[in-house]
């Protein structure tokens, strides 16, 4: 069998098991599995796992990621996700479209804390889910607000699949962190416009005047208090120099805590319920590390990423177009598989390809922004159909509460966020500076 056959093969096997709903860290490790030992045989297959295995899940850098998910539990089970809404409907309730922007903003405000999207969009869809629709938002809109807002908790630092396209990648965390800032902060504000448009464009979806009760700004500004605090104490500890990133989601992991148990929240079973969460959590992404890990040591057997490197350099395509068409098969994948899967199978292949073309960058900065185009992009792959795993969770969310919405008209509603997404990918992908502004200013 040829190369090009073997690795069409493994990746055939793959996509047949996932049409089974075959786990994905399954689908790939068999995948991987079958690819090695067609070209290897047995016992070097097992002499890879047993070298793999241990340096892999023996890398301190990975605990980074256990850290911010039990961080992003203690906000959600210590009640800090209402105190955000509130303070959002407050300050923005009265525009037209003001409840669903508060909902985006209290979405990146979330996800400042907590790096993972499916977790803001379900938590933030728990709060504002039933305050929307009483208002009189449609369930098209309410529905395409929340998961689109859950988006946020990838794209505005802490990001888990940011962090882990460091680790693949061996980049600065902090720096990449800093280069998501303004990228996320585009994206929430091109939400809101989003909204602003809809509901004047398309009318019926939201109330023409929103009745929210007055709110005690002051009030509502205290109880979000602790979680600036923490944003400010997690990112202003790893900029100054007091920490590293490691030691930065520790701490912030702590002082959420300690901010749920002040709220009154934090229970010993809902305690208990955070750490079974983030094992479960940890333990499937790195599972998914083990098997992209395998499944890309079958494809670099084939040798095929080498040379689809080569025939990728000798059309003589512009760089950015490169980057282009590799972003638009990331909205393709996103069909059929979750960020982190995405990542860990692609990076490996794209990453060298990216690195041996010329931005006008540096290589540091040129990984840099990669990495934060690649974020962009499996974001979009959250909202669109046929999957959209954010519209699923929302729709699964409110399921029981009465007023049902069609999933059909759940993903109507994330087309204005869709086209957002396009416009915002389009501007970064024209103009790196944007994402690296930032990252210049640090030593």
Sequence with gaps: MSPIALALSI??????????RVPIAVTMFVAGGVGYISQTGWAPLASFLNAQAFARFASYDLSVIPLFILMGHFATQG??????FAFAAGVMGRMRGGLAMGAVFACAAFGAICGSSVATAATITNVAYDEMRRHGYSGR?????????????????????L?????????????????????????????????ALYVRLVPGHAPEHDDVAESNILEALRGIGPIGAIFLLV?????????????????????TFIAALLKGEMTLAKFRDCFYATAESSALIFLIFLGADLMNAALALTQVPNQ???????????????????????????????????ILLTV????????????????????????IMVLMTVGFGML????????????????????????????????????????????????????????????
């Excluded at 809109?141 to 699949?161: K, M």
């Excluded at 760089?319 to 282009?324: E, H, I, K, L, S």
């Excluded at 794209?350 to 922004?369: N, R, Y």
């Excluded at 999933?407 to 500076?433: A, H, K």
């Design 11 to 20: 990746f055939g096997i793959m996509l047949v098991l996932m049409a089974f």
């Design 79 to 84: 009640g800090i996700s209402k105190a955000l």
């Design 141 to 161: 809109l309410t529905t395409g607000t929340l998961a689109a807002g859950g988006t946020l908790g990838i794209l505005i630092p802490p990001s888990v699949p």
């Design 163 to 195: 962090v882990i396209y460091a680790i693949l990648t061996e980049q600065n965390i902090a720096k990449l962190f800093a280069a998501a800032m303004i990228p996320g902060i585009i994206a929430m504000l091109g939400y809101m416009i989003a909204i």
């Design 235 to 255: 990112f202003g500890g790893i900029y100054g120099g007091l920490f590293t990133p490691t030691e930065g989601a520790a701490v912030g992991a702590f002082a």
């Design 308 to 342: 689809l490197a080569q025939v990728v350099g000798g059309w003589g395509l512009p760089p950015v177009a490169v980057v282009a068409v590799i972003l638009a098969f990331y909205v393709v994948l996103g069909a059929v598989m979750d960020e982190l899967s995405m």
């Design 348 to 371: 490996p292949i794209f990453f060298p390809l990216i690195m041996g073309l010329d931005f006008g960058l540096s290589k540091e900065h040129t990984a840099i922004w990669f990495g």
């Design 384 to 443: 669109a159909p046929p999957v959209g795993l954010n519209v699923y969770v929302v729709n699964g969310i409110i399921k029981g509460r009465g007023r049902p919405v069609p999933i059909s008209e759940s993903y109507r509603g994330v087309m204005p966020f869709l086209v957002s997404d396009t416009l915002r990918t389009l501007v970064l992908l024209f103009f790196p500076g944007l994402s690296l502004w930032l990252v210049r200013y640090m030593s």
